[in-house]
């Protein structure tokens, strides 16, 4: 088992900039998650999907962020323009959600760190 | 909606210490309670669940036992290990549907040796 898959690492990039970043969900999940962490905000989910539709986007902070996940295997959050304020680490997680009473974890990726400058 | 609250840290103890991290919870119905570790440089790991009361979760040593009376799930551990420095996250996931988890601040643990 692979795990959920980010790319890249670490980003630098100047404001002004459109930033993508990757996400490989673990083979099998139906549902995908965004998650942006700072050390004043802790973690917040941006956005999720499930079967690859967005369910719930009311985390995005701003127009700049946009998520897609044009198929099961794959999903991408973007944010153009990029501010210093986006600064942060994001995570992607994966689980399987069957329905009815939801117990089940989801599994994170090892993240994202972008800089913005 | 629905929250977590854990105690602020950071927490250092000693070496074969016992621990405590208090996390309690405001939820609807009966969500699925979780704890989350997160090693420097890392991914939140899945430390351990329980997804009904009076439910015990327990992994590597660590153990919460979900109290629906109290809206508690504090984690313990009878005796830690520098290995165990990390940043401990306590989560709660709605029952129903495919909503996300809803996270505490995190607790940050420093274990001397």
């Known amino acids: 088992d692979a795990g959920v898959i980010q790319s890249p690492r670490h980003e630098v990039t100047e404001m002004g900039q459109e930033v993508t970043l990757r996400c490989k969900p673990i083979?099998?999940?139906?549902?995908l998650f965004w998650y942006r962490q700072t050390m004043m905000r802790g973690l917040e989910l941006l956005i999720y999907?499930?079967?690859?539709?967005?369910?719930?986007d009311s985390g995005m902070p701003e127009d700049r962020f946009s998520a897609k996940m044009p198929n099961a295997s794959f999903s991408t959050l973007k944010i153009q323009p990029s501010e210093p304020r986006d600064s942060a680490v994001y995570f992607c997680?994966?689980?399987?959600?069957?329905?009815?009473?939801?117990?089940?974890?989801?599994?994170f990726g090892n993240g994202t760190r972008l800089t913005v400058t | 909606g629905d929250s977590v609250t854990q105690m602020e840290g950071p927490v250092t103890l000693s070496e074969e210490a016992f621990l405590t991290i208090n996390c309690t919870y405001t939820?609807?119905?009966?969500?699925?309670l979780f704890w989350y570790v997160q090693y420097p440089g890392e991914g939140l790991q899945l430390l351990l669940k329980?997804?009904?009361?009076?439910d015990k979760g327990s992994n590597k040593g660590f153990e919460a036992t979900y109290r629906k009376e109290t809206t508690s799930f504090h984690l313990e551990k009878g005796s830690v290990q520098v290995s165990d420095s990390a940043v401990y996250f306590c989560?709660?996931?709605?029952?129903?549907?495919?909503?996300?988890?809803?996270f505490g601040k995190g607790t940050h643990l420093i274990i001397q040796p």
């Open positions: 997680a994966s689980s399987l959600s069957t329905g009815g009473r939801n117990n089940s974890p989801l599994h």
């Open positions: 083979s099998g999940h139906n549902s």
């Open positions: 999907f499930n079967n690859n539709v967005p369910i719930d």
């Open positions: 939820a609807t119905g009966y969500p699925s």
């Open positions: 329980a997804t009904k009361a009076d």
């Open positions: 989560a709660l996931r709605r029952g129903g549907g495919a909503d996300g988890l809803t």
